[in-house]
């Protein structure tokens, strides 16, 4: 359970990871979700304790457990409830890895009861949720030098669009999934990722199982996020 190589790089530092998707209720039996897994953002708490540090894993729906004594795992269901738990934590946070797949919208209205299928049509109006991670990294405190990674999933123009991410909410470093190449994105037990830095520069990992790119990941965001 210990961990095999306590890099000091690690062990003085607390990190915070999202991971999975979130469910957006419609009503007391249905909700809005995706097919994310979890197993990226899992398999980075996982790696970073393996390394000797100590993580807040914040997760949606998702059927994989933790194991070691150093992941604190905080479950959760929606979005608004992911912001909540990342806001209580975000303070204590020296880097954060946002990997979940949190739901754009959520139903403006969530029914108290069952939906009833008696009419021929039904509109389910959309609120967009806020973006936990543009939270994050616009609320850093002051003098803690706290760093902050983001997810982009994208289907077309990912570089473009990944840098417009980078940019936009103001992160340290951004890890590109481009769905549609082989073996990449929701389920799959393998990866192949792009890691684009603010300062422009670009290192691309080739196809491998989630739990050797967390460390791959890892890794390189040390090297470059601290001097
Ligand atoms: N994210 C978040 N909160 C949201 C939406 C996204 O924290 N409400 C985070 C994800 O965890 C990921 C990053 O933002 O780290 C990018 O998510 P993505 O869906 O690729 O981008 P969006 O900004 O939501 O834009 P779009 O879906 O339109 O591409
Ligand atoms: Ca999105």
New binding site residues.
């Given amino acids: 359970q210990d961990h095999f190589y306590a890099d000091p790089r690690f062990s003085d530092k607390q990190f915070l990871v ?1 991971a999975g998707p ?1 469910y957006e209720a419609i009503d007391p039996v249905r909700f809005i979700g995706n097919h994310s897994s979890g197993k990226m953002g899992f398999a980075l708490a996982e790696a970073i304790t393996s390394l000797g540090g100590k993580v807040v894993l914040i997760s949606g729906p998702s059927s994989l457990q933790v194991k070691h004594k150093n992941i604190e795992l905080i479950r959760v269901t929606s ?1 608004l409830e ?2 909540d738990a ?1 806001q209580q934590k975000w303070g204590q946070t020296d880097l954060g890895i ?7 919208y959520r139903p403006a209205v969530a029914e108290n009861q069952k939906i009833k299928k008696t009419a021929d049509e039904l509109e389910i109006r959309l609120e ?9 990294a616009s609320n850093r405190p002051a003098g803690a030098n706290q760093k902050v ?6 289907t077309q123009n990912g570089l473009e ?2 840098k417009g ?1 980078l940019e ?2 103001k992160l340290d470093a ?2 590109l ?1 481009e769905m549609g190449d082989p073996g990449v994105g929701f389920g799959t037990d393998t990866n192949s990722v792009k890691l684009l830095f603010k300062s422009n520069k670009m290192r691309s990992f080739e196809l491998q199982s989630k739990q050797e790119l967390a460390f791959s990941l890892l890794n390189e965001l040390m090297n470059n996020l601290y001097e």
């Fill in positions: 999202t979130t979005a992911m912001l990342v946002f990997a979940a797949a949190v739901a754009d967009k949720n806020p973006d936990i991670l543009s939270w994050a990674v983001g997810f982009a999933l994208e669009y990944a991410k936009k909410k951004i890890v999934n």
